[in-house]
C-alpha cells in the first residue's frame, strides 16, 4: 500500500501531566513527584500491593516515565532520586516474582518458546486482531488505539535501551532493525509519528500521554515490562526475547488490522499504520531471529532461559489484555477506565 502524504500531526514534544494515583502506592508516587518530597507509603504497602492491579501498575508506570519524557512540572533530578528508586525496586521486585511464579512451567528454551508463535493458529477466534478484522466497530478501533498509544507513541524507545549491552551481530542487527523503527533517517516515517497519524484519523488526541489516566492495570503491565526490561542490564536477555516476541508476531496481526481499519472507513493513515508493519515486520523477524538472538546466543549462551523468559512474558502480558478487552467489549463496556465519548479528541 502507498504512504499517505506527508502528514502534519506529530507526537508533541512536551512532557505529558502527571495523573491522580489509584492506591497508595501510585497516590504516593504521584504525591512526590508533585511536591518534591519523598514517597510516604505504609511500610509493608509495597510488599502486600497486588502484582497485577491498578496501584502498583501505575506506580511503576509513573516512575518509569521518568526514564523517557517525565512529567510536566516535575524536576527531571528526580529520575535519580534514591528514595524513588528504592520504591520502584520493591515493586519491580513483586511484579517480576509474580512473573516467574505465573511462567514456571514456561519453556527455558528459544526454540520451544519461539515454536508456537511461528505457526498462525487454525483457530483465531480468540484472537483480538481476527475480532477487530472480522466484525470490530469503528468506536473498538479507537478505544484499542487509545490504549496502544502509551507504547507506539514512543514505539521502540524501550528497545534502544540493549543496544549498548550487546556486541558484535547481535549489536549490528540491533541497530539496523531500530533504524527502521525510526523513521530510516526521516522523521516524519519515525513510527511514534505514524501512529499519531493513525490516532488523528480515528479523532484521537496523539499528546503524548494522553490517555494514561485511562489505561487500566493489564495495558500498564504490558508496556512496564518492556521498562522492567530494558532498565535493567540484568535482564538483557529478557528484552531481546521480548522484542523477537513482538516482531514475530507482528506481522499476521498487522495484516489483520488494516484490514479492520479498512473495512470500517478509519482513514488512509489509520490503514497505513498497520500496512507498514506487515511488510517491515516480516523482515524484521528473519533478522531478530537469525541475528540478534543468534548472535546473542553465541557471546552469550548462557542467556537463553532469559530470552525464553522475555519471550513467554510477552505472550502471557498480551493475551491477559486480550481477555480483558474482550471479556469488555463482550458486555458492551469499555476496555478503558473511562469511555471516549463518540466526538472526543
Not at 126 to 148: K, N
Not at 299 to 315: K, N, Q, S
Request: glycine share 6%; charged share 25%.
Amino acid at each position: 500500500m502507498p504512504a499517505p502524504s506527508p502528514d502534519p500531526v506529530t507526537v508533541a514534544d512536551r512532557s505529558p501531566h502527571l495523573v491522580q494515583g489509584r492506591g497508595e502506592l501510585s497516590c504516593a508516587v504521584s504525591d512526590a513527584l508533585r511536591s518534591g518530597g519523598p514517597p510516604r507509603c505504609a511500610p509493608g504497602a509495597k510488599l502486600e500491593a497486588d502484582p497485577w492491579g491498578e496501584d502498583l501498575q501505575l506506580a511503576l508506570y509513573l516512575l518509569y516515565e521518568l526514564h523517557y519524557r517525565g512529567f510536566d512540572g516535575v524536576d527531571d533530578a528526580r529520575e535519580w532520586d534514591p528514595d524513588l528508586l528504592r520504591l520502584r525496586q520493591a515493586m519491580e521486585a513483586r511484579f517480576l516474582d509474580a512473573l516467574r511464579t505465573e511462567l514456571s512451567d514456561a519453556p527455558r528454551t528459544v526454540g520451544d518458546a519461539f515454536a508456537p508463535l511461528l505457526v498462525e493458529p487454525v483457530d483465531l477466534s480468540g484472537s483480538l486482531s481476527h475480532h477487530l478484522e472480522t466484525e470490530g466497530e469503528l468506536w473498538q478501533l479507537r478505544e484499542y488505539a487509545a490504549l496502544r498509544s502509551l507504547y507506539h507513541l514512543k514505539e521502540a524507545d524501550p528497545h534502544a535501551w540493549v543496544i549498548p549491552r550487546l556486541t558484535g551481530r547481535a549489536k549490528a542487527a540491533m541497530v539496523a532493525i531500530e533504524y527502521d523503527e525510526f523513521g530510516a533517517g526521516r522523521a516524519e516515517r519515525i513510527h511514534a509519528q505514524l501512529f499519531a497519524a493513525l490516532m488523528s484519523d480515528l479523532r484521537l488526541d496523539p499528546t503524548y500521554g494522553r490517555y494514561l489516566d485511562r489505561a487500566p492495570a493489564p495495558l500498564l503491565a504490558t508496556v512496564n515490562l518492556m521498562s522492567l526490561f530494558g532498565l535493567h542490564r540484568a535482564l538483557r536477555g529478557a528484552l531481546v526475547g521480548h522484542f523477537a516476541c513482538v516482531e514475530v508476531t507482528s506481522s499476521p496481526g498487522s495484516r489483520r488490522l488494516a484490514k479492520a481499519m479498512r473495512r470500517c472507513g478509519a482513514g488512509p493513515a489509520a490503514e497505513h499504520f498497520y500496512a507498514e508493519h506487515v511488510e517491515a515486520d516480516a523482515v524484521h523477524e528473519q533478522v531478530v531471529r537469525h541475528e540478534v538472538i543468534g548472535g546473542l546466543l553465541v557471546d552469550e549462551p548462557d542467556l537463553e532461559e532469559d530470552i525464553a523468559l522475555g519471550c513467554a512474558a510477552t505472550v502471557l502480558l498480551e493475551d491477559r489484555l486480550a481477555s480483558h478487552i474482550r471479556e469488555a467489549w463482550d458486555h458492551e463496556r469499555s476496555a478503558l477506565r473511562t469511555p471516549l465519548h463518540e466526538h472526543e479528541r
